[in-house]
């Protein structure tokens, strides 16, 4: 299993520049999130899947959007980037079963907006 | 408010040392803590967890944590580390809504 997968693994945009991170994973999860981190801070959620076709706002979902149409994909999108969007951007993955509470996480997209 | 603090960003140790990193929290409901690990050029993968039961909790690589409720604390520890411990370290609490509230993160280095 290639587990969860994120691309790009970099990225520098333009102020006010669009662009979608992806992130798929291949171990049926049903629950798959967007996650940023900002240096010195921790993870910040931005937002969740429960499953295809349900998403749902995290703690800092703006400038941001989503979609999920299969249980293998979940994209994140930016419309319009602006520098407060320089972070890392996490993918995980979750399964649904009772007691399966780990996170699988992707390597991470490290984004740059000038 | 729910948080996690780690008080420390950044940690030296020399190999051979002992560990102890530090993560208290803030939640008035069911606790379930989590610490996990990012070493580098690698994903973020789970340490060890604890929701219940025995407060001392051992996880993969000779790692250990102990929860102590008194204290809102559920600190990280290994008795010898080695070079291969340097990594970033997160603490993270779940919520109510099974949504994970994470540490700031304590950047380890062992120097050889």
């Known amino acids: 299993n290639a587990g969860v997968t994120q691309t790009p693994k970099f990225r520098i945009l333009k102020i006010g520049q669009s662009m979608t991170l992806q992130c798929t994973q291949d171990m049926n999860h049903n629950y798959m999130y967007w996650y940023r981190q900002d240096p010195g801070m921790g993870l910040k959620l931005i937002y969740y899947s429960v499953g295809a076709g349900i998403t749902d706002k995290g703690e800092v979902p703006n400038g941001y959007n989503v979609s999920r149409s299969t249980t293998e994909d979940f994209p994140l999108r930016l419309e319009l980037a602006a520098p407060s969007q320089t972070s890392v951007y996490f993918c995980a993955s979750r399964s649904r079963l009772a007691g399966a509470d780990t996170q699988y996480f992707g390597p991470g997209t490290r984004l740059t907006v000038l | 408010a729910q948080s996690v603090s780690q008080h420390n960003h950044h940690v030296i140790l020399s190999e051979a040392a002992s560990l102890e990193l530090g993560c208290n929290y803030s939640?008035?409901?069911?606790?379930?803590l989590f610490w996990y690990v990012q070493y580098p050029g690698q994903h973020l993968q789970l340490l060890l967890k604890?929701?219940?039961?025995d407060p001392l909790v051992k996880g993969i690589k000779g790692f250990e944590a102990e929860f102590i409720k008194s204290k809102f604390s559920f600190n990280l520890r290994k008795p010898s580390v080695q070079w291969s411990d340097t990594a970033e370290y997160f603490c993270?609490?779940?919520?109510?809504?099974?949504?994970?509230?994470w540490g700031a993160g304590t950047k380890l280095i062992i120097k050889p």
């Open positions: 939640y008035g409901g069911t606790v379930n």
């Open positions: 604890y929701f219940s039961g």
């Open positions: 993270a609490l779940r919520d109510s809504n099974y949504q994970l509230i």
